[in-house]
């Protein structure tokens, strides 16, 4: 079935060491989004690629980055992971302003 | 600034009864709505949505609601099982900005 897949589902990394976490779609949308998710808290959207354009939040940490090399490929790196950093964090995928659908996320843990 | 909001954290409902989970937007200019499922450690699952042309509209066993005069959102779950026991989130989308801005998430609790 077309899908957004994530890998890994659980990420464990130190404090301070860059990670990247990464996403993949066969639904050939040409949006792709990635969401920061706490604790008993709403998706927040960090960032988001329409087609090879990248769109930051105005408060997205500079500490998070994103890549998109090809339509089916979206990669969020942390370039110093903190204690604060430590969440889900959920990639998802659009046809322009429709059909949004999300990865089942990765749970990333800070040590 | 303009945000979407739920007025309820938590709904405990009976096993069979009908269930409502409420959203309260901000954003007149919000042209395109969804409620989304989370079960624990899973991403958002899509229940349904609605455009602002309309006021309603139904799925298997739900039912969303607009009502654009007060900027609310409602979700109807009918004969809820324990297997719709999750958090809900409506959404929000305005114009062509392709961004969804999430609601606080509502945690519905079936009981058996």
């Known amino acids: 079935d077309a899908m957004v897949i994530q890998n890994p589902r659980y990420q464990v990394t130190q404090f301070g060491k860059p990670v990247t976490l990464s996403c993949s779609q066969t639904l050939n949308h040409n949006v792709m989004y990635w969401y920061q998710q706490k604790s008993s808290q709403a998706p927040k959207l960090l960032f988001h690629y329409y087609d090879k354009d990248f769109n930051n939040e105005a408060d997205t940490p500079d500490n998070f980055q994103s890549r998109r090399p090809n339509t089916s490929f979206c990669f969020l790196d942390i370039r110093s992971p903190g204690l604060g950093d430590a969440a889900m964090y959920l990639c998802?995928?659009?046809?322009?302003?429709?059909?949004?659908?999300f990865g089942s996320g990765t749970r990333l843990t800070v040590v | 600034g303009e945000s979407v909001g739920l007025h309820l954290p938590t709904l405990s409902v009976q096993e069979g009864d009908n269930s409502i989970i409420n959203c309260a937007y901000s954003?007149?200019?919000?042209?395109?709505f969804i409620w989304y499922k989370q079960e624990s450690g899973k991403g958002p699952q899509f229940i349904i949505d609605i455009r602002s042309n309309m006021d309603k509209r139904q799925g298997q066993r739900v039912t969303v609601l607009l009502n654009k005069t007060v900027k609310h959102l409602s979700l109807q779950i009918a004969a809820t099982q324990p297997g719709d026991s999750a958090v809900y989130f409506c959404a929000e989308n305005k114009d062509a900005g392709n961004m969804l801005t999430f609601g606080g998430g509502t945690r519905l609790m079936v009981k058996p």
């Open positions: 954003n007149s200019a919000s042209d395109y």
């Open positions: 998802a995928t659009s046809f322009s302003a429709y059909g949004y659908t």
